[in-house]
Nanobody
Framework: QVQLVESGGGLVQAGDSLRLSCAASGRTDNIDAMAWFRQAPGKEREFVGGFSWSSGNSLYADSVRGRFTIYRNAKPTEYLQMNSLKPEDTAIYYC?????????????????WGQGTQVTVSA
């Protein structure tokens, strides 16, 4: 099993930056693709961005491309750097991981999920 723990959420103003962290523990040798999803009240969970450790490829949602960047150091920690935040970025952000190597935007294909961290952006 793999455990994922997010941190770094909070309340910021529009235009501010925030960095989320995701620490993985357990059988991390089993995971390859890691990603961030978010879910706003009354909306479906949506893909934010992710990367594959084996290929080094990254993928971002159109809504965050150019503003959000995923960093990672030694596996199994990843970070989501969020710049130029907007009120519409307000959501609970989840760190995810999957055993498969293909990076995907489909949440049901991820095997492990963190508990989520709240990000609130005020206008």
């Amino acid at each position: 099993q793999v455990q994922l723990v997010e941190s770094g959420g909070g309340l910021v103003q529009a235009g501010d930056s925030l960095r989320l962290s995701c620490a993985a523990s357990g059988r991390t040798d089993n995971i390859d693709a890691m990603a961030w999803f978010r879910q706003a009240p009354g909306k479906e969970r949506e893909f934010v961005g992710g990367f594959s450790w084996s290929s080094g490829n990254s993928l971002y949602a159109d809504s965050v491309r150019g503003r959000f960047t995923i960093y990672r150091n030694a596996k199994p920690t990843e970070y989501l750097q969020m710049n130029s935040l907007k009120p519409e970025d307000t959501a609970i952000y989840y760190c995810t991981a999957r055993r498969g190597k293909v990076l995907t935007k489909t949440p049901t294909l991820y095997d492990y999920w963190g508990q989520g961290t709240q990000v609130t952006v005020s206008a």
